[in-house]
């Protein structure tokens, strides 16, 4: 999977999540903090 695709499965799973938890539960706690780091990976590598 290219990560481009991993950053926007990331990116919809956050989304989903947040729809039905708290913004701090650690489910989307979790789903963030993946997001930032594939997004960190996008910028260091592009």
Same mark, same amino acid.
């Given at each position: 999977?290219?990560? !481009?695709? &991993?950053?926007? &499965?990331?990116?919809?799973? !956050?989304?989903? #999540?947040?729809?039905?938890?708290?913004?701090?539960?650690?489910?989307?706690?979790?789903?963030?903090?993946?997001?930032?780091? #594939?997004?960190?990976?996008?910028?260091?590598?592009?």
């Amino acid at each position: 999977m290219q990560l !481009m695709e &991993k950053i926007e &499965k990331s990116r919809q799973e !956050m989304i989903s #999540l947040s729809q039905y938890q708290d913004l701090t539960s650690e489910p989307v706690v979790t789903a963030i903090t993946r997001l930032d780091y #594939l997004i960190s990976e996008f910028q260091r590598v592009y």
